[in-house]
């Protein structure tokens, strides 16, 4: 993702996009802890098949329940996670389904149910009203959003208090900031930040402590700002002779540098107390094209992933990285289908929880990306990427759409209740750990 969402007028359903959504989409979707990794083609083979068991003028130079006190879990994941368990138990199923998603701003402005708005920069814009029947889980700014640092300041902070205000839990507010090429913040020279550059110059300095320091130079002035997430960093080794999309935002086509690039900004968000996301999964920089404008394909094979692509994501998780966001790449060698890893079971249930042991919140790309929205319908693409495991949905072409699928879903048992809650526990309790969203 890095950029607006555009509107798609074309809607290019091919038969075998339509069979890939029945398979995904219309089987019953239970909690993730009952389902068994799913295995998509018995062309795969036997290892492939298997793989679920396996402003501010700076410079970069310078509980379930609220229990007793002796109840209280001492770790302060596990406190954050019970106190997560009890909101939900408070919430209804809107408001449950409404934390899955993480939004531009423009889908909560009421004008935007009949025609397009202009980019929001207040607050005010969105409305307390439209905050109390969609408290999203999130939102996401782009560079029209974000002006300069009074503005972006009074944005973010007005947008926590109209969720306070109606008793929600605070959301996610999100920022796709890299460096480089990819930089909202530090690309808009009124916010006076020094840019750290793009991670393939991180990258070739095999430098661990720099990284880590670029990415704590970042958490401090996003933080500074408002945002408590970043959309980073990218964890894709990139093949340069096939992927120019990730030349400059991949550290390396070397997997063992990029793993600890990768490692190293984790951490360094980490510290800052940001909330980091590594992207995007399970590596895109072996394939040519680009997911924003149509679905992209790699020819790895599982055995090539894991030597490769995956070891920068087993880098983040073993780091602590709270959040993991999944491509729209087509895997076909893997699961034996042409359907993008956001919507596969095979790849988020099977390979990144039973296989990276990933525990905590994924989230998927832009689902408004042609790889996606030139297939399925907003309402298909959320409940395709719900039942393949993902906690959080980015971004849909249409979001009111979206969300009222998820919610008919459940309704006729596509989707059973207990798995929405699975999620809203995962998102409620990164919530809590990094910036105390539910008090």
Known sequence: MNGL???????????????????????????????????????????????????????????????????????????????????????????????????????????????????????????????????????????????????????????????????????????????????????????????VGDAADIGARDDAAAAKQAAEFIAEYASSLGFNCDFAPVADVVDPLVSDTMLLRSFSSDPAVASEMVRAQVEGFREKNLVSCAKHFPGIGSAAGDSHDDLITTGHTLDDMREVDLVPFEAAVDAGVPMIMVGHLNMLAV????????????????????????????????????AVANYYTSDQAAVAALCAGCDMLLMPENFQAAYQGIIDAVLSGVISEDRIVESVVRILSIKQRYFDAIG
Do not use: W
Not at 39 to 51: K, L, M, R, T, V
Not at 74 to 102: H, T, W
């Open 335 to 370: 699961t034996g289908e042409d359907v993008p890893a956001s919507l596969s079971p095979t790849v988020v249930q099977g390979l990144l929880r039973e296989s990276l042991h990933f525990e905590d919140i994924v989230i998927t790309d832009s689902l408004a990306m042609g």
């Open 5 to 195: 969402p555009s509107a798609f007028t074309r809607r290019r359903f091919t038969q075998l996009a339509a069979i890939t959504v029945g398979t995904l989409a219309l089987g019953a979707c239970a909690s993730e802890t009952n389902n068994a990794p799913v295995s998509s083609s018995n062309e795969a083979s036997d290892d492939e098949a298997s793989i679920g068991e396996q402003k501010t003028d700076q410079s970069f130079d310078q509980q379930e329940g609220h229990q007793n006190e002796a109840d209280t879990p001492a770790d302060p994941a596990e406190q954050a996670r019970a106190i997560a368990k009890e909101r939900v138990q408070n919430m209804s199923l809107a408001q449950k389904v409404a934390q899955l998603f993480v939004v531009a701003p423009e889908a909560l402005v009421p004008e935007a149910l009949v025609e397009g708005v202009s980019p929001v920069t207040q607050a005010a814009e969105i409305g307390q009203a439209m905050v109390v029947d969609y408290p999203v889980g999130g939102f996401v700014y782009f560079a029209p959003n974000i002006v300069s640092p009074d503005q972006t300041t009074s944005l973010l902070s007005g947008t926590s208090q109209l969720f306070a205000e109606s008793e929600n839990v605070l959301p996610f507010l999100c920022v796709d900031e890299e460096g480089g090429s990819v930089a909202r913040i530090a690309g808009n020279e009124a916010f006076g930040v020094q840019d």
